[in-house]
């Protein structure tokens, strides 16, 4: 099993950055494709982004292309979100997933990620 602690949350005015890290422990050896999901406030868990194990594919919802960045550091068995250009609607916590590093291009559901972080509160102020 591997374990997932993200951090980097917190209050951030509309259009500012952060960058969210995911620490990963445990089984890492094992190759873990990762994703990155997030929950506002009365909706669903919803996929944000998700990179491969060798990082050479990035995936990214429509409503934060071009402004989120996912990345990962395997020798620090840690994964990033940078986020820019924040706007109000991206408040929510977010979360880190891994799952086995296959498929990545058609998994987009929590339910297609095995591990799960406790989550990070991010909130945009207008």
């Known amino acids: 099993q591997v374990q997932l602690v993200e951090s980097g949350g917190g209050l951030v005015q509309a259009g500012g950055s952060l960058r969210l890290s995911c620490a990963a422990s445990?089984?890492?050896?094992?190759?873990?494709?990762m994703g990155w999901f997030r929950r506002a406030p009365g909706k669903e868990r919803e996929f944000v982004a998700a990179?491969?194990?060798?990082?050479?594919?990035?995936y990214y919802a429509d409503s934060v292309k071009d402004r989120f960045t996912a990345s990962r550091d395997n020798a620090k068995n840690t994964v990033y979100l940078q986020m820019s250009s924040l706007k109000p609607e991206d408040t929510a916590i977010y979360y880190c997933?891994?799952?086995?590093?296959?498929?990545?291009?058609?998994?987009?559901?929590?339910?297609?990620?095995?591990?799960w972080g406790q989550g990070t509160q991010v909130t945009v102020s207008s």
């Open positions: 990179i491969t194990w060798s990082a050479h594919k990035t």
């Open positions: 997933a891994a799952r086995g590093d296959y498929g990545l291009e058609y998994a987009r559901r929590p339910e297609d990620f095995y591990y």
């Open positions: 445990g089984r890492t050896s094992t190759a873990y494709d």
